[in-house]
């Protein structure tokens, strides 16, 4: 079955930007939507935004003026940047499949923001 | 900015039934879905399309829709369903947004 894994570095320093990977095994990146959601320690889950395989995208207004989210249908990957980041962009990032019903998650990865 | 509001907690005896309530705005013009998040694993879904199960969720899993309201349903709540639950949703441009999440003690 389709998994999914983040990959990316786990610490990063505050005004720069945060980059993850989600690479997809066990199926095609084609055809689906492709989502990235964060949840800071000890809080509920935030969305992000998402992708299409086709590269449309769209983005959590809030965070709309620091998100990139782009595929790379040819590695069967997507990514996400987050630029000037601060401490209140540390928590754990997950991606998924979908848009509405995300199905399934990858095990998420802790990032954290400090100097 | 659009908000889906769920009960903080819910506590059930084992073999009682759980109900957990998320409310919008828009949720009469936009489906309902529902995770389950368990300790430090990422979430899973239990509901899609407001009342749909996919395959391997356990039949005792049900959403429903009424106005305003969804509700995921546990009935004969085992102990292996204490959990974090969120539904997830969309404003009427589109923008998906989680519910703050209901934490459900099993007694």
């Known amino acids: 079955q389709v998994q999914l894994q983040e990959s990316g570095p786990r610490l990063v320093k505050p005004s720069e930007t945060l980059s993850l990977t989600c690479t997809v095994s066990g199926g095609s990146i084609s055809s689906y939507y492709w989502s990235w959601i964060r949840q800071p320690p000890g809080k509920g889950l935030e969305w992000i935004g998402y992708?299409?395989?086709?590269?449309?995208?769209n983005y959590n207004p809030s965070l709309k003026s620091r998100v990139t989210i782009s595929v790379d249908t040819s590695k069967n990957q997507f990514s996400l940047k987050l630029s000037s980041v601060t401490a209140a962009d540390t928590a754990v990032y997950y991606c998924a499949r979908g848009g509405y019903g995300l199905d399934p998650w990858g095990q998420g990865t802790l990032v954290t923001v400090s100097s | 900015s659009y908000e889906l509001t769920q009960p903080p907690s819910v506590s059930v005896s084992p073999g009682q039934t759980a109900r957990i309530t998320c409310s919008g705005d828009?949720?009469?013009?936009?489906?309902a879905y529902w995770y389950q998040q368990k300790p430090g694993q990422a979430p899973v879904l239990v509901i899609y399309?407001?009342?749909e199960r996919p395959s391997g969720i356990p039949e005792r899993f049900s959403g429903s829709s009424s106005g305003t309201t969804v509700t995921l349903t546990i009935s004969g709540v085992q102990a292996e369903d204490e959990a974090d639950y969120y539904c997830q949703s969309a404003d009427s441009n589109g923008t998906y947004v989680f519910g703050t999440g209901t934490k459900v003690t099993v007694l």
């Open positions: 992708i299409y395989y086709s590269g449309s995208t």
């Open positions: 399309k407001d009342s």
């Open positions: 828009a949720l009469p013009k936009q489906y």
